[in-house]
């Protein structure tokens, strides 16, 4: 069964701290996704990432963060400068075509950021 | 902004009773999701139903969906303990943030054997 995994599992860092989290999505999926949750909270969408470049983007996502995808492989999410409230859990996630069109998230199985 | 809210909040039954969770949102839709998760696991996904779609079944598993109440349901029958877990509705936009899938606050159920 094909999955998509994430690194690292659990990352500590400072606060201002920039930090950068890893993807490896579904190989022939073309659409990629951050969400993030907060413990106990509800799962909150990022991003969606599409032909090299932002397709969606929420509120949260602002100028601290920004995606990439550097290789074939890989989707990364970078937060430059760390703040306590980024402290949460952070959700890879990818779909062979857009959600729009009733394709379904295959997700990772999180990063937890803690920000001291 | 156009979500997903489930009620309840939280649910709590015994093994072999039904568990019925609710989802409702705001803004017309593409199509419906409903997703699992263990504690502290990602999500996996379990159903789509789309808007032209009344009723949808797979295992034990029945999601309707009203759109004129814009509303959904996610009816696990025969619970088993192993189905405690939260359970998510998330939607995408009939316009706009048609690359955007929006989870509701989910359901936790608890089974108890």
């Known amino acids: 069964e094909p999955e998509v995994t994430q690194t690292p599992s659990h990352q500590v860092t400072q606060m201002g701290q920039e930090v950068i989290l890893r993807c490896v999505p579904i190989?022939?999926?073309?659409?990629f996704y951050w969400y993030r949750q907060i413990l106990g909270q509800k799962v909150e969408f990022l991003v969606s990432?599409?032909?090299?470049?932002?397709?969606?983007k929420s509120e949260i996502f602002d100028d601290q963060f920004s995606v990439e995808r550097p290789d074939g492989s890989n989707f990364t999410l970078k937060i430059r400068s760390t703040k306590l409230e980024d402290s949460a859990m952070y959700f890879c996630?990818?779909?062979?075509?857009?959600?729009?069109?009733?394709?379904?998230?295959?997700f990772g199985a999180g990063s937890r950021l803690t920000v001291l | 902004s156009q979500q997903g809210e489930e009620d309840p909040q939280a649910l709590s039954i015994q093994e072999g009773e039904n568990a019925t969770m609710n989802c409702s949102y705001k803004t017309s839709i593409n199509n419906l999701q409903w997703y699992r998760q263990n504690s502290g696991r990602g999500l996996v996904h379990l159903i789509l139903i789309r808007s032209n779609e009344r009723e949808k079944h797979s295992g034990r598993l029945r999601v309707t969906l009203d759109t004129s109440k814009k509303s959904s349901s996610l009816l696990i029958t025969a619970s088993r303990a192993a189905d405690t877990a939260s359970y998510f509705c998330?939607?995408?936009?009939?316009?706009?943030?048609?690359?955007?899938?929006?989870f509701g606050a989910g359901t936790r159920l608890a089974v108890h054997p």
């Open positions: 990432f599409y032909n090299n470049e932002i397709s969606e």
């Open positions: 998330a939607t995408t936009r009939h316009s706009g943030g048609y690359n955007k899938l929006i």
């Open positions: 190989s022939n999926h073309l659409y």
């Open positions: 996630a990818s779909s062979e075509n857009g959600v729009g069109g009733a394709n379904v998230l295959t």
